[in-house]
């Protein structure tokens, strides 16, 4: 009877310690190999560089398919939502 007090609890035959144990080394190599996923993802698969909204109007507007008006007033429209850069971000 004293050494069934004695004894650790356990589950399927192992001590919960080592259960703990295992659990967290499975997940500590989830965690490294999602971060080696993401280095390698980001070293060998550049994305392309994204166009800009007004590299874009500009090709729309060399290609004839909008005409000098339609380009001036999203021109207007594109300068004014720009975001702050250079000595206006600095100032804010």
């Known amino acids: 009877m ?3 007090l004695l004894q650790q609890p356990t589950l399927f035959g192992y001590d919960l310690l080592s259960i703990f144990l295992l659990f967290f080394f ?3 190599a989830l965690i ?3 971060i080696a996923a993401a280095l390698i993802k980001r070293l060998f ?3 392309p560089k994204q166009k ?3 590299e874009i109007l500009m ?3 060399a290609s004839g ?3 000098e008006n339609e380009f001036e007033e999203k021109k207007r429209i594109l300068d004014v939502h720009k975001p702050p850069s250079g ?3 600095a100032k804010k």
């Open 59 to 61: 090709e729309r507007f």
């Open 45 to 47: 698969f550049k994305m």
């Open 26 to 28: 499975i997940f500590l």
């Open 52 to 54: 800009t909204p007004y």
């Open 32 to 34: 490294f190999i999602g």
């Open 65 to 67: 398919e909008i005409g």
């Open 87 to 89: 000595e206006r971000a």
């Open 2 to 4: 004293d050494q069934q």
